[in-house]
Nanobody, 116 residues
Framework: QAQLVESGGGSVQAGGSLKLSCSAS????????MHWHRQAPGKEREWVSS???????TYADSVKGRFTISRESAKHTLYLQMNGLRPDDPAVYYCRADCIYKGPYWGQGAQVTVSS
């Protein structure tokens, strides 16, 4: 059974950095496009970034230039390096896998808090 587990969340001061990880199991990682989403309290879940099976990346305008998505196929892991965190970045961050003929699959989320 496919499972995604996020880790690396926490609390940082504004301007700080965090690196989220999403460990995948029960699926063929190389067959999956991977994505990060986030949901702040009282707001709808929003898309943050995507990386294709070939490694092409896209970003929401709100995070472009500050966040970097990457994947490591040998470890079946997706990453999100977040730099320059701002007071509008706090949310629960979720990873999602869209796999050939299967999915989508979602992780349980990782909380990110930014203090000013």
């Amino acid at each position: 059974q496919a499972q995604l587990v996020e880790s690396g969340g926490g609390s940082v001061q504004a301007g700080g950095s965090l690196k989220l990880s999403c460990s995948a199991s029960g699926l063929v990682f190389t067959n999956c496009a991977m994505h990060w989403h986030r949901q702040a309290p009282g707001k709808e879940r929003e898309w943050v970034s995507s990386i294709t099976r070939a490694g092409s990346t896209t970003y929401a305008d709100s995070v472009k230039g500050r966040f970097t998505i990457s994947r490591e196929s040998a470890k079946h892991t997706l990453y999100l390096q977040m730099n320059g965190l701002r007071p509008d970045d706090p949310a629960v961050y979720y990873c999602r896998a869209d796999c050939i003929y299967k999915g989508p699959y979602w992780g349980q989320g990782a909380q990110v808090t930014v203090s000013s």
